[in-house]
């Protein structure tokens, strides 16, 4: 088989998610996401799942779609763009038979993936076992091994610590201060500084900690809890960072793509 022809079911289609599905559609392969019908991605500008508000969405050059079916799913495939549709349980792969599936909901444990779903199924991060659940498990723990392919075993424990930007990891995140609906009028790549408000939930403020930039925040009027990451903000403030894939993103789908090109020459 040609590798260029290989059909990829992405699960997921946040930002890590987004990222296997451009570096897999960079490579030529069909690509398909599946999404719930109200996703809830933080860095919105670099999350295919964004398809679901705005039916199209381009990041970094690749076109993905909002389809309902199979159907759209070819027509998506003819026309070189990725096909995302919402379907949770990922239903679709009994029609398309993919070759690769790619679980990147992040969801921390594993929402049903299975060794039998395509020829190769890959997971990223906790919540697989490489030969249990999965063929192979993608370290996503930032550090020396992000990117690792792990082919038997587990991959590294949750931190529970976000990433650390310019010596910075909790104080970048915006948490929801309590249950509520969160009302902002910021947006993404706002440039804001320590203790600006970036919106309220049932009238408590959500504030910034760092001055920076607005790199993840979600949609204005989403249903939110106490303590429910909502947004970020980038101490570095290039703007540009945005509305680019990150560099936890493309060390994680290069390892992806590692483990395909490895299983398919063989």
């Known amino acids: 088989m040609s590798v ?10 946040g930002e890590i998610a987004t990222a ?6 960079e490579a030529k392969f069909h690509v398909v996401m599946t999404e719930t019908d109200h996703p809830e991605a933080v860095r919105r500008r670099v999350a295919f799942s964004e398809v679901i508000y705005e039916k199209v969405k381009t990041v970094e050059g690749k076109v993905a779609r ?15 763009e990725i096909a ?3 379907d949770p349980e990922a239903k679709i792969k ?15 444990k594993n929402l049903g993936t299975k060794m039998t779903d395509a020829e190769l199924v890959i997971g990223l991060g906790v919540g697989f076992e490489a030969g249990v659940d999965t063929h192979v498990v993608i370290e996503t723990n930032r ?4 990117g690792r392919i792990i082919r038997k075993g587990l991959a590294d424990p949750d931190t529970g610590e976000p990433g650390n930007i310019a010596g910075y990891t909790y104080e970048r ?10 009302e902002t009028d910021h947006d993404l790549g706002d440039i804001v500084k320590a203790g600006d408000i970036i919106g309220y939930v049932n009238g408590q403020p959500m504030k910034t900690v760092l001055s920076g930039v607005i790199r993840g925040l979600l949609r204005n009027g989403t249903k939110v809890h106490k303590g429910m990451k909502s947004g970020d903000v980038d101490p570095r403030g290039q703007v540009t960072y945005v ?7 493309r060390t994680i789908s290069g390892g992806v793509l590692e483990a395909i090109m490895n299983h398919f020459n063989a």
């Open 243 to 249: 509305d680019t894939i990150s560099d936890k993103g």
């Open 66 to 80: 909002l389809v309902d079916d199979y159907d759209g799913v070819m027509k998506c495939w003819e026309n070189g």
């Open 4 to 13: 260029g022809h290989l059909k990829v079911l992405v699960r997921g289609a």
């Open 94 to 108: 009994d029609q398309i038979h993919p070759d690769v599936e790619i679980d990147a909901i992040i969801a921390k």
């Open 173 to 182: 995140v915006l948490r929801a201060p309590c249950d509520g609906i969160l």
């Open 143 to 146: 550090g020396h091994n992000l």
């Open 20 to 25: 296997m599905a451009c570096r897999m559609a």
């Open 84 to 86: 995302v549709i919402i």
